[in-house]
């Protein structure tokens, strides 16, 4: 069975920075794209960053030049560098891919929380 684990979450104040990691595991063959989401307290769930399985990213404009999405395909393992953090970006952050077992579907995992908070 699939799992995506996020990790790397917490609290961190305006200006900082923090690393997101997001683990696939559970008989997976293939994985293209992964994708970093995130949702914020009464807000719809936003798409922030993409990354094929080739490494052609894609980001959200409130995020582009602060945040970095990469994979590495050996250890089906997504990234979210986040630099220059702002309150408004205080969400949980989902990790989302397309996975191949027997089949190909779409992954979500649990969440983690990010606080960005003097």
């Known amino acids: 069975q699939v799992q995506l684990r996020e990790s790397g979450g917490g609290l961190v104040q305006p200006g900082g920075s923090l690393r997101l990691s997001c683990a696939a595991s559970?008989?997976?063959?293939?994985?293209?794209?992964m994708r970093w989401y995130r949702q914020a307290p009464g807000k719809q769930r936003e798409l922030v960053a993409s990354?094929?399985?080739?490494?052609?990213?894609n980001y959200a404009d409130s995020v582009k030049g602060r945040f970095a999405i990469s994979r590495e395909n050996a250890k089906n393992t997504v990234y979210l560098q986040m630099n220059s953090l702002k309150p408004e970006d205080t969400a949980v952050y989902y990790c989302?891919?397309?996975?191949?077992?027997?089949?190909?579907?779409?992954?979500w995992g649990q969440g983690t929380q990010v606080t960005v908070s003097s």
């Open positions: 559970g008989g997976i063959i293939s994985i293209n794209d």
């Open positions: 989302n891919a397309n996975i191949r077992t027997s089949a190909w579907s779409n992954y």
């Open positions: 990354i094929t399985h080739d490494g052609t990213t």
